[in-house]
T-cell receptor, first 115, second 109 residues
């Protein structure tokens, strides 16, 4: 069974810092990895999807990398802002079969950016 | 810009009652899935589907039924609600990436 682990579970940083969130997975035979943001009491917003062939994706101040051989992905947030405060989740494919496609999630990193 | 729509947003049930959580998407996605989110447990897959008439069980399917009669809709049924089913339920659709609804917060007393 695929296990997805996110470290740290919680993180507090002052505004302006660059930070790295970590995600590890046990089965390296994945073909993509997706990063989400979840605000308190809200749904999940997709941030970045990395295909295994891409190794890296960027969107604004966010950069996500994927290293299948080591079973790791990192989400880099540049020049953090209080509005970045949220829980960040990574997910890999649960399975893809004739029955469908779904995700296997880590438990998330809760980020607080203080002014 | 509806995307994935879940109803209701909040619901309180008594043990033993039944109900259906609705999920509709307007993006013509074949893939849809249901998850529950619990403190300390993260998001766990309940059921998923690749299209009308095709569904399969995820990690925690017991106590839940699904059917998929149309591309747009994927309802989740609780046949006899139990306090252990108190949770936040999310519906998702799509394939690389998946898109999520805003969730249904369900309390079973």
């Amino acid at each position: 069974k695929q296990e997805v682990t996110q470290i740290p579970a919680a993180l507090s940083v002052p505004e302006g810092e660059n930070l790295v969130l970590n995600c590890s997975f046990t089965d390296s035979a994945i073909y993509n990895l997706q990063w989400f943001r979840q605000d308190p009491g809200k749904g999940l917003t997709s941030l970045l999807l990395i295909q295994s062939s891409q190794r890296e994706q960027t969107s604004g101040r966010l950069n996500a990398s994927l290293d299948k051989s080591s079973g790791r992905s990192t989400l880099y947030i540049a020049a953090s802002q209080p509005g970045d405060s949220a829980t960040y989740l990574c997910a890999v494919p649960f399975m893809e079969s004739n029955s469908g496609y779904a995700l296997n999630f880590g438990k998330g990193t809760s980020l607080l950016v203080t002014p | 810009n509806a995307g994935v729509t879940q109803t209701p947003k909040f619901q309180v049930l008594k043990t033993g009652q039944s109900m259906t959580l609705q999920c509709a998407q307007d993006m013509n996605h074949e893939y849809m899935s249901w998850y529950r989110q619990d403190p300390g447990m993260g998001l766990r897959l309940i059921h998923y589907s690749v299209g009308a008439g095709i569904t399969d069980q995820g990690e925690v399917p017991n106590g839940y039924n699904v059917s998929r009669s149309t591309t747009e809709d994927f309802p989740l049924r609780l046949l006899s609600a139990a306090p252990s089913q108190t949770s936040v339920y999310f519906c998702a659709s799509g394939h690389q990436p998946q898109h999520f609804g805003d969730g249904t917060r369900l309390s079973i007393l």
